[in-house]
């Protein structure tokens, strides 16, 4: 679904993602792991077109070439994102949000009517559907983050990008939202590739993780290989103070 | 039609009252035009609301814009030898094409607010320079009489002065741009509007094409503003450099705009007739005064009152818990009803 070859991001001298090559499967949820600075949210950023990556970058979703595309003709083509900083639209009602991302999301348009069946759906699927009424911005932070998970699930897409979706949130949030996530690939299909610095979330939810350190994939296997990585604990353990 | 048009019953009640209002002062000039001036300038504002309000684009080039719609418009009719009905479309999509190109170059660039705001009225400087300068076509500062559109044989015909039939031409155009508003922003248009303003990066996540939703609301100010820019000539019945300047129209439409409530489908309109009131009494009482109390009253709007009339009256009347079916609050209304 997502294959990427020798992604390069450099800010200036600085080089923020280093030659990573990844692959993500359908129906995989790939764990995104590493310390603070590793370029996790720079990969994402590259990926959905938010940053122009390095010229040798090759980055293909569903087989068609996506790095000359905009952030919005990614969204469009199916591979939607979530931010570290929930970015709901704040003025707008729960349901307009999730009507938004089902108008906008999709390559063929769609009537305002299948829109809002969409937007249903997915308002249900996270469990929002009794808040549909209320402004975005009033929500705790908790159901802003599932809000903006139902805006992307509401465009139907094949890959979610989930940026820290986990953090902030309480040990039984956390476990609500690992379980939405496995409903997501479970029930509707869809793949997800996750950063989060919560490590009992992904560790439990994730299907693979990769770790990422100084812009460069340093690991890349099963939660249970990575969590005895020598290489890994090294990593973290050198970054300890950071976090 | 209220499926079509939500809010249509209130458009039309609106629509009466405005074609109803020239009945008791048909014989005067002077209150024929305080109403015409009242319309233009809420079609300037209506052009501004959606292009600022909805948009984030602060256009402060109207009188430019509005000044190449009725230059062209004469322009055209005069060497093409045609109607003026026939070139003021074509002069309207010039105009709304500087609009959407200043758009779409504001919008690829990334241009905040502020750089938008600069540079349009840098553009409106380059505008009023070109009017005064390209006498041949121009007249320069002089100008030329403005009497396009065959107006004044319907009025022979109707027995009714010249002015009121330009009302009234100015009254369909108003109630056409109200209907293009209320539509535009209860459409997928509106979302996108809407998503834009409030966080232009989400938006693109989530498909939205900002340059070309932002390109399009450019676009159509542009149209609106040159209608709006020929119909003030009309009015005016003379063409002059004067009448397109930046205090002459941007300072009053931006006034018009915040007084009424910006985002607000009725605040251009309510606005307007705040502001044309108080530009009848200044003008009969401190017309010297007149720039610079407008002026002072742009400062206090932006410093105490930005949301606008209509909010104001409507939170006064819910602190006394009386409802009143007031301005749509901007965003797409969209039906949570229905199944589950």
């Known amino acids: 679904m997502l294959e990427a070859a020798n992604i390069r991001k450099k800010f200036g001298g600085l080089v923020a993602v280093d030659g990573v090559d990844l692959e993500i499967g359908n129906g995989e949820i790939v764990g995104l792991i590493g310390p603070n600075g590793a370029g996790k949210t720079t ?36 591979l939607l994102r979530t931010f570290q900083i929930v970015r709901v639209f704040g003025e707008m009602s729960v349901f307009e949000n999730a009507v938004a991302g089902a108008l906008f999301g999709t390559e063929e348009s769609i009537s305002q009517e299948e829109a809002e069946d969409r937007a249903r759906e997915a308002l249900a699927f996270v469990g929002l559907e009794d808040k549909a009424d209320m402004q975005a911005e009033n929500l705790p932070i908790a159901q802003q983050k599932q809000l903006e998970l139902a805006r992307a699930v509401a465009s139907e897409p094949d890959l979610v990008l989930l940026d820290e979706i986990a953090s902030g949130l309480t040990p039984g949030e956390i476990e609500e939202l690992s379980d939405t996530i496995r409903r997501l690939r479970d029930e509707l299909g ?52 950071e976090s | 039609m209220s499926d079509f048009l939500p809010g ?60 190449i719609g009725a230059y062209t418009t004469a322009l055209i009719a005069d060497s093409v030898g045609v109607s003026a009905w026939l070139a003021l479309p074509v002069a309207a999509v010039i105009a709304g094409l500087i609009g959407l190109s200043v758009s779409w170059i504001s919008a690829r660039r990334s241009f905040t607010v502020i750089l938008i705001s600069i540079l349009t009225l840098n553009l409106q400087l380059v505008f009023s320079e070109a009017f005064i300068g390209a006498r041949g076509l121009t007249g320069g500062s002089t100008g030329f009489p403005y009497e396009l559109f065959t107006l004044s044989g319907i009025a022979e015909a109707a027995g009714v002065p010249t002015a009121v039939v330009i009302y009234y031409v100015i009254l369909a155009f108003f109630l056409a741009a109200m209907v293009l508003y209320i539509w535009l922003i209860n459409s997928k248009y509106g979302i996108a509007f809407e998503a834009i303003r409030e966080d232009e990066m989400a938006a693109e996540s989530i498909g939205i094409d900002v340059v070309r939703y932002k390109s399009i609301a450019g676009f159509i100010a542009g149209v609106i503003i040159a209608i709006a820019g020929t119909l003030l000539a009309r009015e005016a019945t003379y063409i002059t450099p004067s009448i397109f300047t930046f205090l002459a129209v941007d300072v009053i439409a931006l006034v ?32 010297n005064w007149r720039t610079a109390i407008f002026g002072a009253l742009l400062i ?3 410093l105490y009152f930005r949301s606008g009339v209509i909010v104001k009256a409507q939170e006064f009347l819910e602190d006394r818990d009386v409802s009143l079916g007031g301005g749509n609050g901007g965003t797409a209304a969209v039906d949570t009803g229905g199944d589950g």
């Open chain 1, 43 to 78: 990969l994402f950023n590259t990926i959905t077109g938010v940053l122009e990556p390095e010229q040798e970058t090759e980055i293909t979703f569903n087989g068609e070439d996506i790095v000359a595309l905009g952030t919005h003709e990614i969204a469009r083509a199916g």
């Open chain 1, 190 to 241: 869809i793949s997800v590739f996750w950063i989060e610095h919560i490590m009992d979330a992904i560790m439990g939810t994730a299907d693979r993780i990769i770790v990422l350190k100084s812009g460069e994939k340093i690991a890349e296997g099963t939660p249970e290989e990575i969590r005895n990585d020598q290489v890994v604990t090294e990593a973290y353990l050198g970054a300890e103070d």
């Open chain 2, 8 to 67: 249509g019953r209130k458009l039309a009640l609106v629509g009466l009252l405005f074609v109803l209002a020239p009945l008791p002062v048909m014989g005067s000039g002077y209150f024929v035009g305080v109403l015409s001036r009242t319309l233009l300038f809420a079609l300037f504002a209506i052009a501004l609301n959606i292009v600022f309000g909805h948009n984030d684009q602060l256009f402060l080039f109207m009188g430019g814009l509005g000044g």
């Open chain 2, 256 to 287: 018009v705009l915040i007084v009424g409530g910006i985002r607000q489908t009725y605040g251009p309109i309510v606005g307007a007739v705040i502001v044309e009131a108080i530009e009848a009494i200044l003008g009969t009482y401190a017309a």
């Open chain 2, 300 to 302: 206090l709007l932006f």
